[in-house]
């Protein structure tokens, strides 16, 4: 049985062997462009949601040292975080998730007290309830996360209310409200 000779043989196979190189390397980056167009902002969105949890938290544990400073400090305004334990009347939130008194390149928010008597966009809408010792914590974007339009500044009122100052609601900013059942 004789060989069939190959379908590309001399001049032509030496001529047009080394041209798929180029396209093969088209192909690649074309498909490199195209998943990372479509996987960066879904990775975007995903930093943004968590790096807002960390504010969250903060804010939560703060207002848990205020009710223990408040049974100990009955009728006393709130004047700076100091008086709850940190290290300044303002801190700064990292990415890593620590908290501290001053900015550095992984800050991510930075929370301070207010104590808004009328609704504005820096207190999310809030007024401080009580005009003696109310308060809002307001969690500042700073930095890499001020590009989270939608759910912007955080604010906890002194009385647990919730707000935020971006265009997205409460609700899908904080979470649902947990739902307290009642036994009957």
Request: hydrophobic share 40%; glycine share 8%; charged share 15%.
């Amino acid at each position: 049985m004789a060989q069939r000779p190959p379908i590309f043989h001399g001049r032509f196979r030496r001529r047009f062997a080394g041209e798929s190189a180029p396209l093969t390397l088209l192909i690649l980056f074309l498909l490199a462009g195209i998943l990372t167009a479509t996987l960066l902002p879904a990775y975007r969105d995903y930093t943004i949601r968590e790096h807002s949890k960390l504010a969250k938290n903060v804010l939560m544990e703060a207002s848990l040292h205020y009710g223990e400073w408040q049974a100990l400090h009955p009728a006393v305004r709130l004047l700076t975080l100091e008086s709850l334990g940190y290290e300044t009347p303002a801190v700064y939130v990292s990415s890593d998730g620590n908290v501290g008194g001053s900015a550095n390149i992984n800050s991510i928010y930075r929370i301070s007290l207010s104590y808004p008597t009328e609704p504005s966009a820096q207190s999310c809408g809030l007024v401080a309830d009580d005009a003696q010792t109310g308060f809002i914590l307001v969690a500042e974007p700073i930095q890499t996360q001020r590009i989270d339009i939608q759910c912007a500044r955080l604010c906890l009122s002194s009385s647990g209310q919730k707000g935020v100052s971006g265009s997205a609601s409460v609700e899908k900013c904080w979470g649902p409200a947990p739902k307290v059942h009642r036994r009957p």
